[in-house]
């Protein structure tokens, strides 16, 4: 019998925490976060959840495709528990996560992770396609009072999460290199 050292089954664990478990955990915080009520009460201040984990999957992720994956399950599972602000509110995690897809997917910006946390702010804009659709298409012209400040917070807010998701790819590097 053949025992591997300490070091590859080790190695094994931490690639699948890292391909796996950490991805899968990111789309149920997300899919939970959007019920909870956070009273902070700025516009995007709610991104500072979902986006955060989504840049954080999409920078230590091997696969750029699992990005992807946890925008579409955490959209899903959203719509599922009819939780959040509505079922087309839910969209916003699927847009941001095929935005970092197309992101993570060059090769220059692999290699300059800042550049993802960076792209986070605007990326983050996302959030308001439904909101400003809904008020265009439905003549709620009152809706549309203040977007830019609301686009305003969601940049910056967005910013913040980029350099959150940064942080915690920057972690997970050091906890669980890559092979």
Same mark, same amino acid.
């Given at each position: 019998?053949?025992?591997?050292?300490?070091?590859?089954?080790?190695?094994?664990?931490?690639?699948?925490?890292?391909?796996?478990?950490?991805?899968?955990?990111?789309?149920?915080?997300?899919?939970?976060?959007?019920?909870?009520?956070?009273?902070?009460?700025?516009?995007?201040?709610?991104?500072?959840?979902?986006?955060?984990?989504?840049?954080?999957?999409?920078?230590?992720?091997?696969?750029?495709?699992?990005?992807?994956?946890?925008?579409?399950?955490?959209?899903?599972?959203?719509?599922?528990?009819?939780?959040?602000?509505?079922?087309?509110?839910?969209?916003?995690?699927?847009?941001?996560?095929?935005?970092?897809?197309?992101?993570?997917?060059?090769?220059?910006?692999?290699?300059?992770?800042?550049?993802? *946390? &960076?792209?986070?702010?605007?990326?983050? +804009? @996302? #959030?308001?396609?439904?909101?400003? %659709? =809904? /008020?265009? !298409?439905?003549?709620?012209?009152?809706?549309?009072?203040?977007?830019?400040?609301? *686009? &305003?917070?969601?940049?910056?807010?967005? +910013? @913040? #999460?980029?350099?959150?998701?940064? %942080? =915690? /790819?920057? !972690?997970?590097?050091?906890?669980?290199?890559?092979?």
């Amino acid at each position: 019998m053949t025992v591997l050292p300490w070091a590859a089954r080790n190695s094994t664990g931490l690639a699948l925490a890292r391909e796996v478990v950490f991805p899968a955990a990111a789309a149920a915080v997300i899919a939970i976060s959007a019920d909870v009520r956070m009273p902070l009460g700025l516009p995007g201040h709610r991104g500072l959840v979902w986006l955060t984990l989504l840049v954080a999957v999409a920078l230590t992720a091997r696969r750029p495709q699992t990005v992807l994956a946890v925008g579409a399950a955490s959209t899903a599972a959203t719509v599922l528990m009819q939780s959040g602000p509505g079922p087309w509110a839910s969209a916003r995690y699927l847009g941001a996560a095929a935005l970092l897809y197309l992101l993570t997917t060059s090769p220059a910006v692999r290699s300059r992770r800042w550049l993802v *946390a &960076l792209a986070a702010a605007p990326i983050h +804009l @996302v #959030a308001l396609v439904i909101p400003i %659709a =809904t /008020a265009l !298409i439905g003549s709620y012209h009152f809706a549309m009072v203040g977007i830019g400040d609301k *686009a &305003l917070f969601h940049l910056g807010f967005g +910013l @913040v #999460a980029g350099m959150l998701g940064l %942080a =915690t /790819a920057t !972690i997970i590097d050091r906890a669980a290199p890559s092979g």
